[in-house]
């Protein structure tokens, strides 16, 4: 997979490239990344990207000549049309779905926007505009670099255990269970026994039923319109019975 991120910013980006499982992803050459300053596009010899609005109003808008121009000159992948991304808050909220959506393209592109937002026809570039939240950052880098995330540990072999996006939280619309480790007992808290017992098909359960149970108690928006099965049916019943 390539992903090209368009900024203003490239170096807030170093941390994230050069870190943990995004590092290992680059080294064994499952992602390629590269980070587009587009004020090398900025017009005139002081290479300007934003002016002020038409119609009055405060703050800066990034022009649209910088941008268009950035796309034009990205170097794609041979017969592959990338899916752009603008980081907006008209957009669809990015959620697990998505990023595993995402995680099945060659070619990702996102366009970071600053200040108080971007020329109305940047947005014609992009094939989706995606939000991660109804908030305000600064700028698109951290929502691009927190998708990218989602999205890059889903690639073939990028993680070391496999099993461990397909258990994620989300991955099957429901939290994860609870996770203990040794010591057994810690400052009186104990491992449940059944994650001690050797009895796979027993811890299984026990962390079927601890995922929906979590969901049920921190997250029950995620159960609407799910399909459950029979036992989780039963265990969602109980649960009701003793709140």
Same mark, same amino acid.
């Given at each position: 997979?390539?992903?090209? +991120?368009?900024?203003?910013?490239?170096?807030? +980006?170093?941390?994230f490239?050069?870190?943990?499982? @995004?590092?290992?992803?680059?080294? /064994?050459?499952?992602?390629?990344?590269?980070?587009?300053?587009?004020?090398?596009?900025? *017009?005139?010899?002081?290479?300007? =990207?934003?002016?002020?609005?038409?119609?009055?109003?405060?703050?800066?808008?990034?022009?649209?000549?910088? *941008?268009?121009?950035?796309?034009? /000159? #990205?170097?794609?992948?041979?017969?592959?049309?990338?899916?752009? @991304?603008?980081?907006?808050?008209i957009g669809k909220?990015?959620?697990?779905?998505?990023?595993?959506?995402?995680?099945?393209?060659d070619?990702?592109?996102?366009?970071?926007?600053?200040?108080?937002?971007?020329?109305?026809? =940047?947005?014609? #570039?992009?094939?989706?505009?995606?939000?991660?939240?109804?908030?305000?950052?600064?700028?698109?880098?951290?929502?691009?670099?927190?998708?990218?995330?989602? *999205?890059?540990?889903?690639?073939?072999?990028?993680l070391?255990?496999?099993g461990?996006?397909?258990?994620?939280?989300?991955?099957?619309?429901?939290?994860?269970?609870?996770?203990?480790?040794?010591?057994?007992? +810690?400052?009186?808290?104990?491992?449940?026994?059944?994650?001690?017992?050797?009895?796979?098909? #027993?811890?299984?359960?026990?962390?079927?039923?601890?995922?929906?149970?979590?969901?049920?108690?921190?997250?029950?928006?995620? #159960?609407?319109?799910?399909?459950?099965?029979?036992?989780?049916?039963?265990?969602?019943?109980? +649960?009701k019975? /003793?709140?």
């Amino acid at each position: 997979m390539k992903i090209d +991120f368009i900024t203003l910013f490239p170096e807030m +980006f170093d941390g994230f490239l050069s870190t943990s499982i @995004i590092k290992r992803a680059v080294e /064994n050459k499952h992602v390629d990344f590269s980070c587009i300053d587009f004020r090398k596009y900025g *017009i005139g010899r002081h290479r300007i =990207v934003d002016d002020t609005p038409y119609g009055g109003g405060a703050g800066m808008l990034l022009k649209p000549e910088p *941008i268009y121009q950035a796309i034009e /000159n #990205l170097d794609p992948l041979p017969g592959v049309t990338p899916r752009i @991304i603008i980081v907006d808050p008209i957009g669809k909220v990015f959620n697990q779905k998505l990023a595993q959506e995402l995680a099945e393209e060659d070619h990702l592109v996102f366009i970071c926007g600053h200040y108080e937002g971007f020329d109305e026809r =940047v947005r014609h #570039l992009a094939t989706d505009h995606i939000s991660i939240g109804d908030y305000v950052l600064t700028g698109g880098e951290l929502p691009s670099m927190v998708m990218s995330d989602a *999205i890059v540990r889903l690639l073939p072999e990028v993680l070391g255990n496999e099993g461990s996006a397909q258990f994620d939280s989300f991955s099957d619309d429901l939290l994860e269970h609870p996770h203990y480790t040794r010591p057994a007992e +810690f400052n009186g808290m104990e491992v449940p026994d059944v994650l001690r017992s050797g009895n796979h098909a #027993l811890i299984e359960e026990w962390r079927d039923k601890e995922s929906l149970r979590r969901t049920y108690c921190h997250r029950p928006d995620l #159960l609407e319109g799910l399909e459950l099965s029979s036992q989780q049916k039963k265990w969602l019943k109980e +649960f009701k019975e /003793n709140q």
